[in-house]
């Protein structure tokens, strides 16, 4: 950014963008309408929901950004259920995909029923991140949408309750009996690697290929999609009500949504293209196709068409609560 465009660029790592979230409600608290710490946030979902309902982001700005147009018009229109009215421009798509050992057993099971039959099978063998977590919390919306989704009040209680029964159901033949659960997506696949358990999971459908690579996985180890599909989903970049410098927040965000950073995200972190292929040219699409995904990473083709939305992030929050009551406690 310095060499490009003049700009000094200063990453701030936090575990948890909500503690950026409640870093802005202090400052708006306190009428701090300038001069913020934060200039550009990566964010989506629930964090998304509370910056707008609180008016903590400044904007409308996405459509003005030249490199917008290489992404879908409708990935720009909700954000878990919460319109985006231009206050994000989106960034990185994600996709949930469970990756097995193929030298362990050659066919996984591709929908949630022929899971609950596996897992029954083959006690101690499966497990899944305790949510709060992301990837917990998301291999329950799996659940959710298999059951039914949340499209509305009735529809969500109905949902619940199935997945609720479904996750008790197996819950004594997980791994530790379901006593405990991995506290992070590090945690489960190290227990994969390990051969504790048969399965794991994650939000980056190329993550298999990157601990392959690293030598972390065994080679043998390949992804897979349900059949009905499996949640994906897009993060965005914000701008803050307060932020110090809009104009350098600006350059930055259209930087990075740019062609040439996508594909050399995808080429080195592995991340899935996110941008419309239709927006692009021959030579734009080759180049991505050309990236080595090796036999552990599914085609874009394929990720694209078992592609399902996320419920909205209201229901999120009150799954998460539902299985802390009733499955962890039980």
Do not use: C
């Amino acid at each position: 950014m310095a060499a490009n465009y003049g700009i000094s660029l200063r990453v701030l790592p936090v575990p948890d963008i909500a503690e950026i979230i409640n870093k802005l409600l202090n400052e708006k608290r306190a009428g701090k309408a300038s001069g913020g710490s934060v200039d550009a946030i990566w964010i989506n979902g629930e964090n998304f929901r509370t910056a707008r309902q609180a008016r903590l982001l400044w904007g409308p700005f996405a459509d003005f950004l030249p490199n917008i147009r290489f992404y879908d018009d409708r990935i720009r229109q909700r954000d878990f259920g919460t319109p985006i009215e231009g206050f994000e421009a989106p960034w990185k798509r994600a996709q949930f995909v469970f990756a097995f050992d193929s030298a362990r057993f050659p066919v996984p099971p591709d929908t949630m029923e022929r899971l609950r039959q596996w897992i029954l099978a083959h006690p101690g063998r499966f497990t899944y991140v305790a949510p709060p977590d992301f990837t917990g919390s998301a291999f329950l919306r799996h659940l959710l949408i298999h059951f039914g989704g949340a499209a509305d009040e009735r529809i969500y209680r109905h949902a619940a309750a199935q997945t609720i029964a479904w996750l008790n159901g197996v819950k004594p033949y997980l791994w530790k009996r379901g006593e405990t659960y991995p506290q992070s997506p590090r945690d489960l696949d190290r227990l994969f690697a390990n051969n504790e358990v048969d399965f794991t999971m994650s939000y980056g459908p190329y993550f298999a290929v990157q601990r392959i690579r690293r030598g972390e996985f065994p080679s043998s180890t390949r992804t897979f999609l349900l059949r009905g599909g499996t949640i994906g989903n897009y993060s965005f970049l914000a701008i803050p009500f307060n932020a110090s410098s809009v104009p350098a927040a600006l350059v930055l965000i259209n930087d990075l949504l740019s062609f040439e950073r996508q594909l050399e995200m995808s080429r080195v972190l592995g991340d899935p293209f996110p941008q419309h292929p239709g927006r692009l040219t021959v030579e734009q699409r080759a180049a991505i196709e050309a990236i080595p995904r090796g036999p552990a990473g599914l085609p874009e083709a394929v990720l694209a068409s078992h592609y399902l939305p996320e419920p909205d992030a209201v229901y999120i929050d009150r799954l998460e609560e539902e299985w802390m009551e009733k499955v962890l406690r039980q």
